[in-house]
């Protein structure tokens, strides 16, 4: 069970949907499954290494990973003239298991103390969850068993599969290159396999 939507009222948004949802609680969540099964150690592992080499703050208890992206905002008093500064954060939890689960929270501005003065805050908190979000599918493991479910439930040519994670990233940061050469050399497939052998071994 996420430690977010514990006790919580929430609605589950499709794989695609950019965007969060409004529960009754009034922190904002945001929710997004991925069909793809990460449930060995050494998965769970890979995809925390993967993210600190991006530059997020990872914690990891037990089948659950928190990755938190840190900002500053700066600004002006407009009373006092004085200069602000705020270090403000929002957190993906990522729940493994047979399918996986992207939720993110935005905490309420007044979360982080008198921040008042601070335009946009929701807006860049959730464009900042989606960063994450991006970042998680393209750059670990969850984006090379998506590839796969690609292949084999949508019938998808490994490169169409690459194309269709890329173009589903579009905020990743530092976004990892993939190709077909790759993603056969990583998964220890030889290159003469077709797209459907490859999407049938996967599995």
Same mark, same amino acid.
């Given at each position: 069970?996420?430690?977010?939507?514990? =006790?919580?009222?929430?609605?589950?948004?499709?794989g695609?949907?950019?965007?969060g949802v409004?529960p009754?609680?009034?922190?904002?969540?945001?929710?997004?499954r991925m #069909?793809v099964d990460v449930? =060995?150690l050494?998965?769970?592992?890979?995809?925390s290494?993967d993210?600190?080499?991006?530059?997020?703050?990872?914690?990891?208890?037990?089948?659950?990973?928190?990755?938190?992206?840190?900002?500053?905002?700066?600004?002006?008093?407009?009373?006092?003239?004085?200069?602000?500064?705020? =270090?403000?954060?929002?957190?993906?939890e990522?729940?493994?298991?047979?399918?996986?689960?992207l939720?993110?929270q935005?905490?309420?501005?007044?979360?982080?103390?008198?921040?008042?003065?601070?335009k946009?805050y929701?807006?860049?908190? =959730?464009?900042?969850a989606?960063?994450i979000i991006?970042?998680?599918?393209?750059?670990?493991?969850?984006?090379?068993?998506?590839?796969?479910?690609?292949?084999k439930?949508?019938?998808?040519?490994l490169?169409?599969?690459?194309?269709?994670?890329?173009?589903?990233? #579009?905020?990743a940061?530092?976004?990892?290159?993939?190709?077909?050469?790759?993603?056969?050399?990583?998964?220890g497939?030889?290159?003469?396999?077709?797209?459907?052998?490859i999407?049938?071994?996967?599995?």
């Amino acid at each position: 069970m996420s430690a977010l939507l514990k =006790d919580r009222v929430w609605v589950t948004l499709s794989g695609i949907a950019k965007r969060g949802v409004y529960p009754l609680h009034a922190s904002r969540l945001g929710i997004f499954r991925m #069909p793809v099964d990460v449930t =060995d150690l050494s998965d769970i592992s890979s995809i925390s290494n993967d993210l600190k080499n991006s530059g997020f703050k990872i914690d990891a208890y037990a089948d659950k990973i928190y990755v938190t992206y840190k900002w500053t905002e700066n600004g002006l008093d407009s009373l006092t003239k004085e200069t602000l500064s705020a =270090d403000l954060y929002v957190t993906v939890e990522i729940v493994t298991g047979e399918v996986i689960d992207l939720i993110y929270q935005i905490k309420p501005l007044e979360f982080f103390g008198d921040c008042y003065w601070i335009k946009n805050y929701r807006q860049k908190a =959730d464009s900042n969850a989606k960063m994450i979000i991006n970042t998680v599918i393209r750059n670990t493991k969850i984006g090379d068993k998506l590839i796969a479910h690609y292949q084999k439930a949508e019938k998808l040519s490994l490169e169409s599969a690459i194309k269709r994670v890329e173009e589903l990233t #579009p905020l990743a940061r530092n976004p990892k290159a993939r190709s077909a050469t790759t993603i056969l050399s990583y998964t220890g497939q030889p290159t003469s396999q077709t797209s459907a052998e490859i999407g049938k071994n996967s599995t």
